[in-house]
C-alpha cells in the first residue's frame, strides 16, 4: 500500500490497512539542525481513520533480552481496547491476530517491525489480540490504551495456538508463565464476556 498523509508533514502517514480497524502508521519528523520533532498521537488525526483516540492509560515494557515474547493480550467487552503500540527503543515483529467472530478477516494476523528509530506504530482495534517479539536486547515500548487494565476481562491467546498459524521471525527465548499457560483457543473462554 501507498503511504497516505493523515494530515500532512508534521503529522502522521498511514503506511498499511491490512485487517478493519489495525493499521500500521508512520511520523511524519520535521527536521533540523537539532534533530527531529513529530507527532506521535494525535486524536482528530486518528478520528480521521475511524480510530478510538482516547487515552485511559500508557504503558511501557522493557524487555532486557532479544527473543523475549509478550503476549498475545486482549480485554473482553466492556473492557475491550483500542492499543496504540510504539517501539521506542530496540525493535519488535510486532503482531495483532483478529479474534472478531463478525469480521471477515477472523483468525487471520498481521505483523510489521516496529523500531525505536522508524516512527511507526501500530494501532489494535477492540477484539483483536496483540502481542509482540524482541528483535534486539534492551526493547521499550509504549502503549496507549482506550480502557483501564481490567482482570477479570482479560484473556490471552498462545504464541504457538495450534489453532492460528502465527508467523513470528524466531522460535521466542522468554515467554512468561502466564503466557505460556494460555490454553489452546475455545471460542467459549477466548471470546464468552
Request: aromatic share 8%; with cysteine; glycine share 8%.
Amino acid at each position: 500500500m501507498e503511504s497516505v498523509s493523515v494530515t500532512g508533514a508534521g503529522g502522521m502517514k498511514l503506511l498499511d490497512h491490512p485487517l478493519p480497524g489495525v493499521f500500521l502508521l508512520e511520523t511524519e519528523p520535521r527536521r533540523d539542525e537539532r534533530g527531529f520533532f513529530a507527532r506521535c498521537f494525535c486524536r482528530r488525526e486518528l478520528a480521521r481513520l475511524g480510530v478510538d483516540g482516547e487515552v485511559a492509560q500508557a504503558n511501557i515494557s522493557h524487555s532486557r533480552i532479544r527473543g523475549t515474547l509478550r503476549g498475545l493480550h486482549y480485554q473482553l467487552p466492556p473492557a475491550a481496547e483500542t492499543k496504540i503500540v510504539r517501539c521506542l527503543r530496540g525493535r519488535i515483529h510486532d503482531l495483532v491476530l483478529d479474534l472478531r467472530p463478525d469480521s471477515p478477516t477472523f483468525g487471520r494476523h498481521f505483523a510489521a517491525e516496529l523500531a525505536g528509530e522508524d516512527g511507526r506504530a501500530l494501532v489494535v482495534p477492540p477484539g483483536c489480540a496483540h502481542g509482540f517479539l524482541t528483535l534486539t536486547d534492551e526493547v521499550l515500548v509504549l502503549y496507549f490504551v482506550s480502557a483501564p487494565y481490567d482482570p477479570e476481562r482479560e484473556r490471552g491467546v498462545r504464541w504457538n495456538d495450534p489453532a492460528f498459524a502465527l508467523s513470528w521471525p524466531f522460535p521466542p527465548v522468554i515467554v512468561s508463565e502466564r503466557d505460556r499457560s494460555h490454553p489452546d483457543f475455545d471460542p467459549s473462554w477466548h471470546l464468552a464476556a
